[in-house]
């Protein structure tokens, strides 16, 4: 059983940097993906950074140039997030799946991923 352990939420002013960890567990190899979602009171949750198993990463247009997505060998996934902006605010989910086609074809779509975590708040201001 796969399980997704978040870190590094917070608060920061707009122009700020915060780092996300992921710790995951229960992978049975390499090959996941791995992704960050940002939900907000009322919105869906959104897709904003995904890596896959070999280090191909996937980015929002509203992130994109802002965050940095990465992987260590110890299956921990970061978000290292730059530039904030008020409208970064919410909470950041950690997500996985194996590589089936759907997450092939759509990194940062909610329903291609089967794992979860359970999520850590940011909040920046201005």
């Known amino acids: 059983q796969v399980q997704l352990l978040e870190s590094g939420g917070g608060s920061a002013q707009t122009g700020g940097s915060l780092k996300l960890s992921c710790v995951a567990s229960?992978?049975?190899?390499?090959?996941?993906?791995m992704a960050w979602f940002r939900q907000t009171p009322g919105n869906e949750r959104r897709g904003i950074a995904a890596?896959?198993?070999?280090?191909?990463t996937y980015y929002d247009g509203s992130v994109k140039g802002r965050f940095i997505i990465s992987k260590d060998a110890k299956n921990t996934v970061y978000v290292e997030m730059n530039g904030l902006k008020p409208e970064d605010t919410g909470k950041y989910y950690c997500?996985?799946?194996?590589?089936?086609?759907?997450?092939?074809?759509?990194?940062?779509?909610?329903?291609?991923?089967?794992?979860w975590g359970q999520g850590t708040q940011v909040t920046v201001s201005s």
């Open positions: 997500a996985a799946a194996p590589p089936r086609e759907e997450v092939r074809d759509f990194p940062l779509m909610v329903a291609a991923y089967t794992s």
């Open positions: 229960g992978l049975n190899d390499d090959t996941y993906y």
């Open positions: 890596i896959a198993g070999n280090g191909k």
